[in-house]
């Protein structure tokens, strides 16, 4: 899997793409957590933006469940956005769409997740 | 077929002087550390005369004691030197080598001297080099020295390996033995399972439970991860679901407790999905509840597949108090339940493809109507076939059942 990090104001989005299998998920997950240390006190947040993320195991759904638990630990909004029809599959047979934020697009994550500047 | 053996059987003469000359110079035998020990010596010796001789005022027997330790030193080293080019593999090499030219240049101040007494003391003078034998022996000795470590380390290496195998080795026997070796023998029904591990321990499960009531759980289980850890969530998710389904008869009430002992122990963050289903063998009714687990499939007799629906709860070991509600099909003679974890859709080939659910619902439709063993076989031989040399990445685990009233 290869992943990169854009920042919008307070909003740190992890850009997944390629496979998170297990062989993935290791790397994946350290890199979602330097991502969250970066991301900074409340009310930062974080999107996990998955347009280019393939295929996802069961193992790479772990990471996804650790990182919605470190943020909310951190008190940090957490979304996850863009998901393909076959890892959206994923989220939807494991009920993991309903213990964690699901947008359909950056767009729409992004409007729930950023709060503008005092 | 002669011409090798006789070859073999009659080594050039030069073999046997070389065999003598490698086991004096090289190597790491008792004779060849006697040598060495002995090069060493006159070394020491030669160079302590070096020394001597550059003082002036040496009594007369003195310069005859040195002499004649030159002339043995000299005999010694031209000695060695001959053996070692008998002993070298490739003998221009060696005397082209480093400490080829370090063991002339020992020796052939000597010899020269003979030849033109004018460079007497500046040839005298390159035997100081003698030093740079000494440089071989310490090398030699600490590549020695290097590989005796090395190769206890390696086989040290090796030993935990090999323990660390074989200790996985019983790890993955326990965890198969701990899967029933076959379905309850009751009227009217009857089931196969399989499960073919991955080479990386996997955490797959199913299991058959006999409940108090007559009825008959049926799971079939996927836990995230690989290895030690997934085995022992794999454990400890099927005996905690083992207890719970001899308490529980509503299979969602089940899961729900289930899901609470899991989410108390569960250090890793491991998660495990889970379909649950509880057949009446009398009635064909299935009652199941599904926790994040593939949904399992219905081959009915008319060639249609349908999809047990009520997919989408949370899988177990996530959070705590969520409800896993309870759903209901009529299995009808003849019928065909197919239960299966994601190692069989999500079985790779060589060109990166997924087994998927298609060619799944083919196999099914074209060997429906055999017993359920022969439906499991098909199966497991179809996704085998397609993945051919490609790796298998997850655990392979697979239930049919049929429900065949008298």
């Known amino acids: ?118 | 077929m002669s011409a090798p053996v006789a070859l073999s059987s009659e080594p050039p003469k030069s073999a046997g002087l070389r065999a003598l000359a490698a086991t004096l110079v090289g190597g790491d035998g008792v004779y060849a550390r006697r040598f060495d020990n002995l090069i060493m010596a006159l070394i020491a010796v030669s160079l302590l005369s070096v020394g001597l001789e550059t003082m002036s005022a040496l009594p007369a027997w003195v310069k005859t004691v040195l002499r004649f330790e030159e002339l043995v030193v000299v005999v010694m080293f031209s000695l060695e030197y001959l053996l070692r080019i008998i002993a070298a593999d490739n003998k221009l090499a060696f005397v082209f080598s480093f400490y080829g030219f370090v063991d002339l240049l020992a020796i052939a101040p000597f010899f020269l001297t003979g030849l033109d007494t004018r460079f007497l003391r500046v040839l005298r003078i390159l035997r100081v080099l003698r030093v740079l034998k000494l440089q071989r022996r310490v090398l030699e000795t600490t590549v020695t020295e290097r590989t005796r470590e090395l190769a206890e380390r390696n086989s040290a290496l090796e030993r935990a390996q090999a323990q660390l195998a074989e200790e996985l080795n019983v790890a993955r026997a326990l965890q198969s033995a701990i899967l029933p070796a076959a379905f309850p023998v009751r009227t009217g029904c009857d089931g196969t399972a399989r499960m073919t591990p991955a080479t990386t321990m996997g955490g797959d499960f199913y299991d058959f439970i006999e409940l108090p009531d007559g009825r008959i759980g049926i799971v079939m289980a996927d836990v995230s991860g690989k290895g030690v850890p997934a085995a022992f969530f794999m454990a400890v998710s099927r005996t905690s679901l083992r207890e719970q389904a001899a308490r529980y008869s509503d299979p969602g009430a089940c899961l729900a407790r289930t899901n609470e002992i899991l989410c108390a122990q569960n250090p890793l963050d491991l998660f495990v999905t889970v379909f649950y289903g509880i057949l009446d063998p009398v009635t064909g009714v299935l009652s199941y509840a599904n926790g994040g687990h593939n949904p399992p499939l219905v081959a009915r007799a008319d060639g249609s597949i349908d999809a047990l629906d009520g997919a989408g709860g949370l899988v177990l070991g996530v959070m705590p108090g969520v409800s896993y509600p309870a759903h209901s099909v009529q299995l009808r003679p003849d019928d065909r339940l197919v239960l299966y974890t994601d190692g069989v859709t999500e079985a790779f080939n060589p060109a990166d493809e997924a087994y998927g659910v298609e060619r799944l619902l083919a196999e099914i439709r074209t060997h429906r109507a055999g017993t359920t063993e022969a439906l499991v076989e098909r199966i497991c031989s179809s996704v085998t076939d397609f993945a051919g040399a490609a790796p298998q990445s997850d655990d392979i685990t697979l239930t049919a059942l049929k429900w065949a009233p008298q």
């Open chain 1, 1 to 118: 899997v290869k992943v990169s990090v854009e920042r919008i104001e307070q909003v740190t989005i992890v850009i997944a793409e390629g496979r998170l299998d297990f062989g993935a998920a290791a790397s994946f997950q350290l890199q979602v957590e330097q991502a969250l240390a970066a991301a900074g006190k409340a009310p930062a947040a974080l999107i996990i933006d998955s347009t280019g993320l393939e295929y996802v195991s069961s193992a790479g759904l772990r990471v996804f469940l650790l990182a919605a638990r470190n943020a909310q630990r951190s008190g940090l909004g957490f979304a996850v956005c863009s998901l393909r029809q076959g890892v959206r599959e994923v989220f939807e047979l494991s009920g993991f769409s309903r213990v964690m934020t699901v947008h359909p697009d950056r767009a729409t994550a992004l409007a729930q997740l950023a709060v503008p500047p005092a």
